[in-house]
């Protein structure tokens, strides 16, 4: 008798200490949740933070990665709102300083240093309203419900598999373990549910229940979104990326390739200045060093894009010559942004 509580009473402990571990080490027990929305589908619950295998992760009152802001605006603050998906996001395999949003906004910070800026703003802000495989309805939804936050640029970063994106729905949330609706009891549980347990699949499901044009949807809300930003006179810019099977010789499918070329159509047709990461990413020497996986980036990758952008944002002033991926129809109008004194490296 007293070997079998011994027995039990050391299994009680492995349990515990592994439970400690798998909350203090790798984050497990607190994760992200997610809220369903009428219109938008989902978004990050508001109001959160955990770390998640060491990286710091938050978010602010409005569902973005990021700290709280303020609104109205500071009239000293440049503000750029940045809208996209898992991409934007970084999720748990980025920390907060390495998101493109940080990042850029260390970027555009250096050129306050500029003698164009001084006087003009004294600091710089990118919000980061994103969210887990957000197509552009899910981001224009969310735009028509929060508004621009007196952004003076928006940036709408895509991926290619965005243009087929479907339309805004809560389906996924408490029941795509990728969308938990609430904390889990323990980490234990969280550990099993999301490695062991056998996936819902609904992914395909979902995208069985729209037919039609979805490339044509997504377009539109491009534009919605362009229509916006020229309302509420911000500079609207428009970034795609690669999947990573896309570089290199074989290039997008053809399917891919119709899309983007649609898309290359509605950014000359509605003058949007568009930044194209294919070409871009196809000059790097060792491309899979920009991917984690095969859509989303590494630090490096988000480091090359958000400077990318930056020296689109200064291209836009009139300030540096075109890269590579660079589409635009015609002269911008004034953004008011920072400019810098030269190109950016």
Do not use: C
């Not at 996001?89 to 390495?98: I, L």
């Not at 939804?141 to 929060?146: E, G, I, R, V």
């Amino acid at each position: 008798m007293v070997t079998v509580l011994i027995i039990l009473l050391l299994i009680v402990v492995l349990v515990v200490i592994f439970e400690l571990g798998l909350r203090w080490w790798l984050g497990f027990g607190n994760p992200l949740v997610y809220v369903s929305d009428d219109q938008i589908g989902y978004l990050l619950a508001p109001n959160q933070a955990t770390r998640r295998f060491g990286n710091r992760i938050r978010i602010n009152q409005y569902s973005m990665r990021g700290e709280d802001i303020e609104v109205p605006r500071p009239g000293s603050t440049l503000r750029i709102l940045l809208l996209g998906d898992s991409i934007a996001n970084g999720g748990w395999w980025t920390d907060q300083e390495q998101t493109i949003s940080a990042r850029l906004q260390t970027h555009l910070q250096q050129q306050l240093q500029s003698k164009a800026a001084q006087g003009v703003v004294d600091q710089v802000e990118v919000l980061n309203a994103s969210a887990n495989s957000w197509g552009p309805r899910n981001e224009l939804a969310y735009l028509q419900k929060f508004g621009h936050f007196e952004a003076q640029a928006i940036i709408l970063l895509l991926n290619t598999d965005d243009l087929f994106a479907t339309a805004p729905s809560a389906a996924p949330v408490g029941l795509d373990r990728n969308y938990p609706d609430r904390k889990p009891p323990i980490a234990i549980a969280e550990l099993y549910s999301r490695y062991l347990q056998k996936p819902t699949k609904l992914g395909a499901l979902r995208a069985l229940q729209e037919e039609g044009d979805r490339v044509g949807a997504n377009l539109q809300a491009i534009q919605h979104i362009r229509a916006l930003a020229h309302t509420s006179h911000a500079l609207f810019v428009l970034a795609m990326t690669p999947l990573l099977r896309e570089l290199g010789e074989s290039g997008p499918r053809d399917y891919e390739q119709h899309a983007r070329q649609r898309l290359i159509e509605l950014t000359q047709m509605e003058r949007i200045p568009y930044l194209d990461f294919l070409p871009v990413f196809n000059q790097v020497e060792s491309p899979n060093s920009l991917y984690s996986d095969h859509i989303h980036l590494t630090p490096d990758g988000n480091e090359r894009l958000s400077q990318s952008i930056a020296e689109l944002l200064a291209q836009l002033q009139g300030l540096s010559a075109v890269q590579p991926g660079l589409h635009s129809g015609s002269s911008s109008p004034d953004s008011g942004l920072p400019a810098s004194d030269s190109s950016a490296n």
